[in-house]
């Protein structure tokens, strides 16, 4: 026993280390906060490994470009699901493109990569003049801009304007800027919101930040870094917000001043120790406010507009189709899933229009959408979910699905189509139990004859010469007590309403509703109800025509309609997605049972 519990330890332990170095999953990504900045400013690198698990540092590659310093490590376990996340500063050392390379992890005997980022680093007046080494010097208020040094043309639009609006705050010790990358985007066309804060003394902990107030704008925070910009011979800190917004409609609309409420560390330089301990205290909490911007919103064209257009304005848009299974029986639900992602924000757009698919049954699409910040732009993404229900077999093929979106930089509309999908579909095997979700529900051509639900019967009694009843017939009193007999059960027949056949339906569904789990099983107790109480068959019927055959066979109109409307709630719950499936099914239960009473009390046959 203790050689066999020996053994079986010695082979646990190289199971929990191959367990321990499972790769399904692992990722690694890394992003810059921005791709545009001065030689003045720091770049923030964010490296991110999910699902690795254990002690690891990720390789930088060579970047001579920069002088990199590890900022932060942390991880974070939940549901023992590692992610990782390190954080470098990096501080440009030269102007111009570079490329941070691929960086690498070897874990579990492979190795991970991520893929380059480049961005671009631009030589400022300041930092190519010597007023970096200059001493502080007390600038004349009078003249701020007229000493104000510009940034050169090249630069990106946001980052321009941003270190221009700074340079003319040079008599200021602290102040806010905000800008814009684009005043005069599409509806729906992302463009940066960048906010600092330039201090250049020192203030007390906890100054409270509030965002800019927006107008006609959607807006999510995308990135945060530091920088360092010298103004005419003074260097000047700033703390930086950036925001990725869009547009809601066509016309004017602002982003509002963004506020710092601080406090200025007082200069302790010429005060006595008594009053350098209250000299914080003393000081009294101060503003600082950015400027607003205006920004007009233009439309998409009309022109050329096509019909798979929902509202998307970007660029580097995909496209992708899947099914959950390609081989099904006839009458078993497919889950169809698009999936459209790129920069942008697609939060907003309109949901995907699947078209009516020759040979299935569509249900109503369901979306979500979501975004990440990614190199100081946002990369969103929108899913859309719906299932679709073969309703006899064959080989059928899903066509391709368009999904346009407008260009702004080549402004014209471009069009994504999904690649075609083949389903197999082989005849349902399952018993007829009278519910058919995936039947249809109209025909072209006219009345089909779906199945008989009458038999008739021929008797060889009549051929009999001389048979007992004939020979009962012949005694008068007799023929007249049976009557009497006859009339007396149809009279209790018609004071009684539950009959025996009414009483065997009423039992069988509700034990069957008593046991129902899935809207499935409740669709069948109440189709067995209808079977057995009016004689009704609704396998693979209409509803239109098992609503008929109720009001033929005596149903009142009213309870008629009641099962029309759970009828439709069955048949929507049973094909939701699989997000929405599930609920409610209780609920449907007690109606059909309350359905089958009325019924029970009210109808006929």
Not at 177 to 197: C, E, I
Not at 334 to 361: A, E, H
Not at 481 to 492: K, N, T
Not at 529 to 554: E, F, M
């Amino acid at each position: 026993m203790f050689k066999r519990l020996l053994l079986a330890l010695f082979l646990l332990v190289p199971l929990t280390a191959y367990a321990a170095l499972d790769l399904n999953g692992v990722t690694m990504r890394a992003s810059v906060n921005k791709t545009s900045l001065t030689m003045e400013d720091e770049l923030l690198l964010t490296v991110t490994v999910d699902g690795a698990s254990g002690d690891f540092v990720p390789q930088l590659p060579s970047i001579p470009s920069f002088n990199v310093f590890l900022r932060a490590a942390s991880k974070q376990i939940d549901n023992f699901h590692a992610i990782s996340t390190f954080e470098y500063v990096m501080m440009p050392r030269f102007p111009g493109k570079a490329v941070i390379g691929p960086i690498t992890l070897s874990y579990g005997n492979k190795q991970y990569k991520t893929d380059p980022i480049t961005v671009t680093v631009y030589r400022t007046p300041a930092s190519s003049s010597s007023a970096q080494k200059a001493a502080p010097k007390p600038q004349a208020k009078s003249s701020p801009q007229a000493q104000a040094e510009m940034a050169p043309a090249n630069m990106p639009a946001l980052e321009r304007d941003l270190y221009n609006l700074a340079a003319r705050n040079g008599d200021k010790d602290f102040f806010m800027v905000a800008a814009v990358s684009n005043k005069a985007p599409y509806v729906n066309q992302t463009v940066t919101l960048g906010v600092r804060f330039y201090f250049a003394r020192l203030f007390m902990d906890n100054a409270p930040y509030t965002e800019p107030s927006i107008s006609n704008l959607f807006m999510e925070e995308i990135a945060r870094s530091e920088g360092r910009q010298i103004i005419n011979g003074r260097l000047y800190n700033y703390q930086e917000r950036r925001y990725a917004i869009s547009g809601v409609t066509a016309g004017a609309a602002q982003a509002g001043a963004a506020t710092v409420r601080y406090v200025p560390a007082a200069s302790l330089s010429n005060l006595s120790v008594f009053d350098r301990m209250f000299a914080a205290v003393a000081q009294e909490a101060e503003t600082a406010k950015s400027n607003t911007i205006a920004l007009n919103i233009q439309a998409v064209p009309a022109q050329g507009k096509p019909k798979s257009f929902y509202g998307a304005v970007g660029s580097g848009y995909s496209i992708s189709a899947s099914v959950d299974r390609d081989k099904v029986e006839a009458g078993e639900a497919i889950n169809l899933t698009v999936k459209v992602n790129g920069s942008g924000n697609l939060k907003p757009t309109s949901d995907l229009k699947i078209p009516q698919l020759p040979g299935f049954k569509v249900y109503d699409v369901v979306s979500n959408s979501g975004a990440i910040a990614s190199n100081g732009e946002l990369q969103s993404y929108k899913i859309f979910k719906t299932v679709i229900v073969p309703t006899s077999s064959g080989t059928y093929t899903i066509p391709e699905l368009s999904w346009s979106y407008f260009d702004p930089s080549a402004k014209q509309y471009r069009t994504l189509r999904t690649k075609p999908l083949s389903i197999q579909v082989t005849p349902s095997s399952k018993a007829d139990t009278g519910f058919d979700f995936g039947a249809h529900s109209d025909l072209s051509n006219g009345v089909r004859q779906l199945g008989r639900d009458i038999r008739y019967l021929k008797s060889d009694m009549a051929d009999a010469k001389l048979t007992l009843l004939a020979k009962l017939a012949s005694w008068v009193w007799i023929n007249y007590l049976l009557g009497l007999l006859v009339a007396f059960a149809g009279i209790f027949a018609l004071l009684d309403k539950q009959t025996l056949a009414s009483r065997r339906a009423m039992a069988k569904a509700r034990a069957q509703l008593k046991n129902a789990y899935t809207e499935e099983a409740v669709a069948e107790a109440l189709s067995t109800y209808l079977q057995v109480r009016y004689n009704v068959h609704t396998a693979s019927l209409p509803l239109r025509d098992i609503s008929a055959s109720l009001k033929k066979r005596g149903c009142p109109p009213d309870l008629v309609k009641k099962f029309e409307d759970l009828w439709r709630h069955l048949d929507a719950a049973r094909f939701a997605p699989v997000d929405l499936q599930g609920q409610g099914t209780a609920d449907l239960a007690q109606k059909a049972t309350e359905l089958i009473k009325s019924m029970d009390k009210g109808g006929r046959v």
